[in-house]
C-alpha cells in the first residue's frame, strides 16, 4: 500500500501507523523503531519522524531508553480560558466528581502569604489538601489556601467545592491568574494520583479573585496528564 502511493513516505507511515494504534491498548508499548522499520519497509530517519509527529498529535508518548507507547486518551477536556471549579469539569464530561480529603490545616501566614493575598496584617491561613476523583478515578490533586479570616468560624466541608463554598460566604471568583507548568515524576503527588512514572503531571498555579478584585483563593492543582487535555481560545488582534 505504501508503495502505490505517492504521498511523500512520511505521511503515508503515519496513515498506518493511526490504523495499527487503534488496535492496540492503552498504555501498550510499540515495537521498536528497527522493528517498525522492517514492518513498513522504510527507514529508520522516515519512521522517527512519523513517531515525531504523531507524537506531537497526543497519540503517542515516547520515554527515552524505553519505547514508544500508546498515549492514553484524555478523560476530560477544558477550555483554559473557561474559569471552572474541578467539581464542574467534572461534571461537564458527564462523569461523577468525587473526593478523597487528605488534610486540613491553619498555618502562621508567610510574607508570601501576606504578598499573595495583598494583606500585609495577615496572620493565618487555611489550607486543605484533597485528590480530587472522576468515576472513581484520581485525577487531580488540589492543595488550596485561603485566608482564615474568611472563614468566621465555619467549617470548610471536606468534599464541597471551594468555590461554592466562597459563593455562600459572598465571596464570589470572577477571574484567576493562572500559571501553567508541566512537570514530569513528581514523587509524592504522582504516587497519589497513581500514575506512572512515565506519565506527565500539569500544574496550575492559580490566584482567584473575588467580584471586589481581592485575592482570596490560592490553588496549586496537579492534573494528570494522560487524563485531562487543555485548550485554549486565541484571537488575533488586528491594529
Known amino acids: 500500500?505504501?508503495?502505490?502511493?505517492?504521498?511523500?513516505?512520511?505521511?503515508?507511515?503515519?496513515?498506518k501507523l493511526r490504523q495499527d494504534i487503534e488496535k492496540?491498548?492503552?498504555?501498550?508499548?510499540?515495537?521498536?523503531e528497527f522493528e517498525l522499520a522492517k514492518q513498513l519497509g522504510?527507514?529508520?530517519a522516515t519512521l522517527r519522524e512519523a513517531l515525531r509527529l504523531l507524537e506531537?498529535?497526543?497519540?503517542?508518548?515516547?520515554r527515552h531508553g524505553v519505547g514508544t507507547f500508546v498515549n492514553a486518551k484524555p478523560?476530560?477536556?477544558a477550555g483554559i480560558e473557561e474559569l471552572s471549579s474541578v467539581t464542574d469539569m467534572i461534571r461537564k464530561a458527564n462523569m461523577e466528581p468525587g473526593t478523597i480529603f487528605l488534610s486540613d490545616s491553619i498555618l502562621e501566614a508567610t510574607e508570601e502569604d501576606q504578598e499573595l493575598f495583598k494583606q500585609r496584617d495577615l496572620e493565618k491561613v487555611f489550607q486543605i489538601e484533597r485528590l480530587r476523583t472522576a468515576d472513581d478515578v484520581p485525577v487531580v490533586y488540589c492543595l488550596d489556601?485561603?485566608?482564615?479570616?474568611l472563614l468566621s468560624n465555619r467549617s470548610v466541608h471536606e468534599t464541597k467545592s471551594l468555590f461554592q463554598f466562597l459563593s455562600e460566604i459572598g465571596k464570589i471568583i470572577t477571574y484567576a491568574v493562572t500559571y501553567i507548568e508541566p512537570i514530569g515524576y513528581h514523587e509524592t503527588v504522582s504516587e497519589l494520583l497513581e500514575s506512572d512514572a512515565g506519565s506527565a503531571l500539569l500544574l496550575l498555579n492559580q490566584t482567584h479573585y473575588d467580584q471586589h478584585d481581592q485575592p482570596i483563593l490560592y490553588s496549586q492543582n496537579y492534573f494528570?496528564?494522560?487524563k485531562f487535555k487543555f485548550h485554549v481560545l486565541r484571537k488575533r488582534f488586528m491594529t
Do not use: C, F, N
Not at 492496540?24 to 521498536?32: A, F, I, R, V, W
Open 56 to 62: 506531537d498529535e497526543g497519540l503517542l508518548v515516547r
Open 75 to 77: 478523560m476530560l477536556t
Open 1 to 15: 500500500m505504501i508503495k502505490t502511493d505517492y504521498r511523500p513516505l512520511y505521511l503515508q507511515v503515519i496513515d
Open 224 to 226: 494528570r496528564a494522560d
Open 145 to 149: 489556601r485561603v485566608p482564615y479570616h
Open 24 to 32: 492496540y491498548e492503552e498504555g501498550k508499548q510499540l515495537p521498536s
Open 42 to 44: 522504510v527507514s529508520r
